[in-house]
């Protein structure tokens, strides 16, 4: 890109009482209006999730930013859903603004799974492979036609640039709580890591509440709302938010990844990870907090063993 994109304004979110989703069901899919509707625990950020009966989830929308990602959705995540070696969301039905929620929704099979926490994962190492088998799969669907870098999905696949004044600014906030020196000099090194422009289909958020398992082990990955066509290396963030460094080997020998996109994940790592723990921080959150420094942990541990800033500027 030649001009780094701006992100905008903070999404003006709303909330979504059941009884509008009651009534959103009984007027536009009557074939469901029986059954009983109920808020799921932790039902995400971007979107208001539903349990729609026993099988079926609604999702709905929080701002009008995150509902430009539904038409995208039922575009693309029937054509991927044969193609992926795991279970993902398959829409089975759209519904439209209506009993005061403003925007376009949608009605999915529910898939059954836990989070895939730290602590959850069975095999680490196994895991790591499942991973990146399921991305390997992604990147091999035909881009041709597919959705670039937007708000649609924050830009995800496109600069690192674009979150330069949110990292720098987390780093100002932490200043005196972590190794601010090092970590900016990572970040440097990302920004500075080259992209051959070879574009693929990603996920975008590959992330613990995106990732299910089953008795430990990768069962299904969900909410592509942030999918799209573009600089895949956004991906290979969960390389340090949930991989060991055994397991980041495997995951990273999986997808053949060089030193540039290595360090451009590291980057799409980074700066989340700071962003998280300067809010945890204001926030008195010490479980968040405790998580992001076990990430910095990884991230600092692995840039000091890693291929070096040289490498990654040149794209080796």
């Known amino acids: 890109m030649s001009k780094t994109p701006d992100l905008g304004p903070v999404p003006r979110r709303i909330t979504v009482e059941t009884e509008q989703v009651r009534s ?20 995400g950020w971007d ?3 539903f349990h729609l009966g026993s099988d079926m989830l ?17 575009r693309w995540l029937p054509e991927f859903a044969p193609r992926l070696p795991l279970p993902i969301p398959v829409p089975l039905a759209k519904g439209g603004p209506g009993a005061g929620y403003p ?4 009605v999915y099979r529910w898939l059954d799974g836990d989070t895939a926490r730290v602590d959850r994962i069975a095999d680490p190492v196994r895991f790591a492979g499942d991973v990146a088998g399921f991305l390997a799969a992604l990147r091999d669907v035909d881009p041709a036609d597919g959705p670039r870098p937007g708000v649609h999905n924050w830009y995800r696949g496109g600069t690192l640039r674009t979150y330069d004044g949110l990292a720098r600014g987390a780093l100002a906030d932490l200043e005196g709580r972590i190794d601010t020196a090092l970590a900016r000099e990572i970040w440097t090194c990302a920004l500075d890591a080259r992209w051959d422009g070879t574009e693929s289909w990603f996920h975008g958020d590959v992330a613990e509440g995106n990732l299910l398992l089953d008795g430990g082990q990768l069962a299904a990955v969900i909410d592509f709302g942030t999918c799209g066509v573009g600089d895949p290396s956004c991906d290979l963030a969960v390389a340090w938010t949930l991989l060991t460094a055994e397991g980041r080997q495997v995951f990273r020998e999986r997808l053949s990844v060089g030193a540039a996109d290595w360090a451009r994940g590291r980057g799409w790592a980074l700066w989340k990870t700071l962003s998280t723990y300067a809010s945890a921080c204001a926030d008195g959150d010490e479980a968040e907090a405790a998580d992001s420094r076990r990430v910095l942990g990884e991230i600092f541990s692995d840039y000091a063993a890693g291929d070096g800033p040289g490498a990654a500027a040149a794209g080796r």
Do not use: C, F, M
């Not at 609604?58 to 039922?74: F, G, I, N, W």
């Not at 925007?103 to 949608?106: G, H, K, P, Q, T």
């Open 24 to 43: 959103l069901i009984g007027q536009q899919l009557p074939q469901w209006a029986g059954l009983p509707v109920r808020p799921v625990a932790e039902g």
């Open 47 to 49: 979107n208001r999730t």
């Open 58 to 74: 609604v999702r709905l929308p929080s701002a009008a930013e995150y509902a430009q990602a539904v038409d995208k959705e039922h």
């Open 103 to 106: 925007y376009a929704w949608s």
